[in-house]
Nanobody
Framework: QVQVVESGGGLVQAGGSLRLSCAASGTIFSIRSMGWYRQAPGKQRELVAGITSGGNTDYADAVRGRFTISRDNAKNTVYLQMDSLKPEDTAVYSC????????????????WGQGTQVTVSS
């Protein structure tokens, strides 16, 4: 089994910064992609940023230039540095990990964390 745990959310004023962390643990041989998603009240969950094992990144247009995703493969951890935060960034932020459990297994499973609340006040 794999556990995914996010941390680092909280309350911040507009223009401020937060750094989210997401660590995966358990039966892990390797992790392909990792991603951050968010869901605001009354809205669908949306991709915020993703990163491959090789470090290729992708961002939603709404956060490009303000948020930075990175990962530490040795720690099975992904980070999301959020700068110049806006009230519209308020949401529950969740991460996922595409996990290959053992050597020789060619399919991966997606695991999700419980999410962490980010609230940006105006």
């Amino acid at each position: 089994q794999v556990q995914v745990v996010e941390s680092g959310g909280g309350l911040v004023q507009a223009g401020g910064s937060l750094r989210l962390s997401c660590a995966a643990s358990g039966t892990i041989f390797s992790i392909r992609s990792m991603g951050w998603y968010r869901q605001a009240p009354g809205k669908q969950r949306e991709l915020v940023a993703g990163i491959t094992s090789g470090g290729n990144t992708d961002y939603a247009d709404a956060v490009r230039g303000r948020f930075t995703i990175s990962r530490d493969n040795a720690k099975n951890t992904v980070y999301l540095q959020m700068d110049s935060l806006k009230p519209e960034d308020t949401a529950v932020y969740s991460c996922n990990a595409e996990v290959v459990p053992r050597y020789g297994v060619y399919t991966a499973d997606i695991y999700w964390g419980q999410g962490t609340q980010v609230t940006v006040s105006s």
